[in-house]
């Protein structure tokens, strides 16, 4: 069985998994030569020792892999070491600083800018061979999800190999909705357009917003069963990626082309020339499903944490990633539920002349530290698993998303609804936001937003001007510090 994972850093919450134990607890970026001094790496009897640090898989996972690679290099040890994902990035920067760190170090999408001064990049035609050249970004560019060469290049070189691709989808307790459809069918007059909203799920917000009246339900003041988690920052998790996600499908720019100001809380204008406000029109809805003055309103901060609450059947729908439908069973066998992709603005994704879904991604990087004096060995491992079949290899052994570019996307929303594995077309169309060099302030920033106007300390705008604020003086103070 494998190892439980748990997302941290920059938008990557831990939420109910902390109730969840563990199972099985050559240049830089400058182009110029890295350090290769590092810890001792032979063992007793004599193999060269090649460390890998990470925090989400078991040892199991690379089995197979490792196998085979040491088959082929009787002279090298390959060691996977688990690493406990809390004190993961402290007990690595430690490490590093130290030189006694890994040869190989995991790190998510959040961590690669933030980090990019201690690994090295991706060696020229890394995907190539001597007689056949290929260019890195090019390869990048063909294979992988767009994801990889919008995040993961940085002074024209790769910085990371991505692992494999996570977005967000949406969760639908299958017991919740026979439990509300069944209600629906003994009233009087049946609502058919909710019967056939249960029936197929919703593709849109507007669809999910037509559900909340049918299946919220409220008693003496207190909600007794939600139809969604939404709205609240505290007991919801991957709340700041769930709010980002909107304000990208409603083309929000998030930050400045050179990464020095925050402009979610701005204006933008149309084509038509009109003026809006897309980031506070979309924090807006979010805020929506826990205001008790809208019609939205479905739940609050009294509720328990989205994953428990979804568990026990008391939130018909949650957002949330491909990992925690594969921990469902461990934590309740007995849990009926099924997985839609992530609802898109009607009219803004779906419009008469193209389809561009967009969808939220989060995802785990192999890269090669500075200190490593093993960075040859390190890369000949990597280049091992990329092109032996390890990716495919991991992919099944972890059942997550390989990082390649699929083919088969859904070319409309009612396809998208209907199509079984959204984790693998989302990743097509999967974004993210620069979390700046220091992902967790980022974060709490977005967070704090959202529970400054809940708590009614300020409104809407205001605390996206704050927020914007905070978040434009960590891009500025990190990226003018490097």
Same mark, same amino acid.
Request: hydrophobic share 35%.
């Given at each position: 069985?494998?190892?439980?994972?748990?997302?941290?850093?920059?938008?990557?919450?831990?939420?109910?998994?902390?109730?969840?134990?563990?199972?099985?607890?050559?240049?830089?970026?400058?182009?110029?030569?890295?350090?290769?001094?590092?810890?001792?790496?032979?063992?007793?009897?004599?193999?060269?020792?090649?460390?890998?640090?990470?925090?989400?898989?078991?040892?199991?996972?690379?089995?197979?892999?490792?196998?085979?690679?040491?088959?082929?290099?009787?002279?090298?040890?390959?060691?996977?070491?688990?690493?406990?994902?809390?004190?993961?990035?402290?007990?690595?920067?430690?490490?590093?600083?130290?030189?006694?760190?890994?040869?190989?170090?995991?790190?998510?999408?959040?961590?690669?800018?933030?980090?990019?001064?201690?690994?090295?990049?991706?060696?020229?035609?890394?995907?190539?061979?001597?007689?056949?050249?290929?260019?890195?970004?090019?390869?990048? +560019?063909?294979?992988?999800?767009?994801?990889?060469?919008?995040?993961?290049?940085?002074?024209?070189?790769?910085?990371?190999?991505?692992?494999?691709?996570?977005?967000?989808?949406?969760?639908?307790?299958?017991?919740?909705?026979?439990?509300?459809?069944?209600?629906?069918?003994?009233?009087?007059?049946?609502?058919?357009?909710?019967?056939?909203?249960?029936?197929?799920?919703?593709?849109?917000?507007?669809?999910?917003?037509?559900?909340?009246?049918?299946?919220?339900?409220?008693?003496?003041?207190?909600?007794?069963?939600?139809?969604?988690?939404?709205?609240?920052?505290?007991?919801?998790?991957?709340?700041?990626?769930?709010?980002?996600?909107?304000?990208?499908?409603?083309?929000?720019?998030?930050?400045?082309?050179?990464?020095?100001?925050?402009?979610?809380?701005?204006?933008?204008?149309?084509?038509?020339?009109?003026?809006?406000?897309?980031?506070?029109?979309?924090?807006?809805?979010?805020?929506?499903?826990?205001?008790?003055?809208?019609?939205?309103?479905?739940?609050?901060? +009294?509720?328990?944490?989205?994953?428990?609450? $979804?568990?026990?059947?008391?939130?018909?729908?949650?957002?949330?990633?491909?990992?925690?439908?594969?921990?469902?069973?461990?934590?309740?066998?007995?849990?009926?539920?099924?997985?839609?992709?992530?609802?898109?603005?009607?009219?803004?994704?779906?419009?008469?002349?193209?389809?561009?879904?967009?969808?939220?991604?989060?995802?785990?990087?192999?890269?090669?530290?500075?200190?490593?004096?093993?960075?040859?060995?390190?890369?000949?491992?990597?280049?091992?698993?990329?092109?032996?079949?390890?990716?495919?290899?991991?992919?099944?052994?972890?059942?997550?998303?390989?990082?390649?570019?699929?083919?088969?996307?859904?070319?409309?929303?009612?396809?998208?609804?209907?199509?079984?594995?959204? $984790?693998?077309?989302?990743?097509?169309?999967?974004?993210?936001?620069?979390?700046?060099?220091?992902?967790?302030?980022?974060?709490?920033?977005?967070?704090?937003?959202?529970?400054?106007?809940?708590?009614?300390?300020?409104?809407?705008?205001?605390?996206?001007?704050?927020?914007?604020?905070?978040?434009?003086?960590?891009?500025?103070?990190?990226?003018?510090?490097?």
């Amino acid at each position: 069985m494998n190892k439980l994972w748990l997302f941290i850093g920059g938008g990557l919450g831990i939420g109910l998994l902390v109730m969840v134990i563990v199972l099985a607890t050559q240049s830089n970026k400058n182009g110029t030569t890295a350090s290769t001094t590092g810890a001792s790496n032979v063992d007793e009897s004599g193999k060269t020792i090649l460390t890998l640090w990470q925090p989400i898989d078991n040892e199991d996972v690379y089995k197979d892999i490792v196998e085979n690679f040491e088959s082929e290099n009787p002279d090298v040890k390959v060691n996977i070491e688990i690493k406990d994902l809390k004190t993961y990035e402290r007990e690595s920067t430690n490490a590093l600083s130290a030189q006694t760190g890994p040869d190989i170090w995991v790190i998510p999408n959040t961590w690669v800018p933030r980090h990019n001064d201690k690994v090295v990049a991706v060696p020229d035609n890394f995907f190539g061979t001597e007689k056949d050249q290929v260019s890195n970004l090019d390869y990048a +560019k063909e294979k992988f999800v767009p994801i990889v060469s919008n995040e993961l290049v940085a002074n024209n070189q790769l910085q990371a190999l991505p692992m494999f691709i996570d977005t967000l989808a949406l969760y639908i307790n299958k017991t919740v909705f026979k439990e509300v459809e069944s209600e629906i069918g003994q009233t009087e007059q049946p609502d058919e357009e909710a019967l056939n909203l249960i029936s197929t799920g919703p593709a849109t917000w507007n669809d999910l917003v037509k559900l909340v009246k049918a299946i919220t339900k409220v008693e003496n003041g207190e909600i007794t069963r939600s139809a969604i988690a939404l709205g609240e920052s505290t007991n919801i998790s991957h709340s700041d990626d769930i709010l980002m996600a909107m304000m990208l499908q409603n083309k929000t720019q998030i930050i400045s082309p050179d990464y020095q100001t925050a402009t979610f809380n701005l204006p933008q204008t149309k084509n038509s020339g009109e003026s809006y406000l897309p980031g506070k029109n979309a924090f807006d809805f979010y805020l929506s499903f826990s205001n008790p003055q809208t019609e939205n309103y479905t739940w609050n901060e +009294k509720m328990a944490n989205s994953q428990r609450a $979804f568990i026990d059947g008391q939130v018909a729908m949650i957002v949330d990633y491909q990992y925690f439908g594969q921990i469902i069973p461990q934590i309740d066998p007995n849990v009926s539920f099924k997985v839609m992709a992530l609802p898109q603005i009607q009219g803004v994704s779906d419009n008469e002349t193209e389809f561009k879904p967009v969808d939220f991604a989060s995802y785990y990087n192999y890269t090669v530290p500075s200190t490593s004096s093993n960075q040859e060995l390190a890369w000949n491992f990597l280049k091992y698993l990329y092109s032996s079949g390890g990716i495919d290899s991991y992919a099944s052994a972890t059942s997550r998303t390989k990082p390649y570019i699929f083919d088969d996307i859904p070319q409309s929303l009612k396809d998208r609804s209907e199509r079984n594995q959204p $984790f693998r077309f989302q990743a097509m169309s999967a974004e993210s936001w620069y979390h700046s060099k220091e992902p967790n302030d980022a974060v709490k920033t977005i967070r704090n937003m959202i529970n400054d106007v809940n708590t009614g300390k300020v409104d809407s705008q205001k605390a996206l001007d704050t927020g914007a604020k905070l978040v434009t003086d960590i891009l500025r103070e990190t990226e003018n510090a490097n």
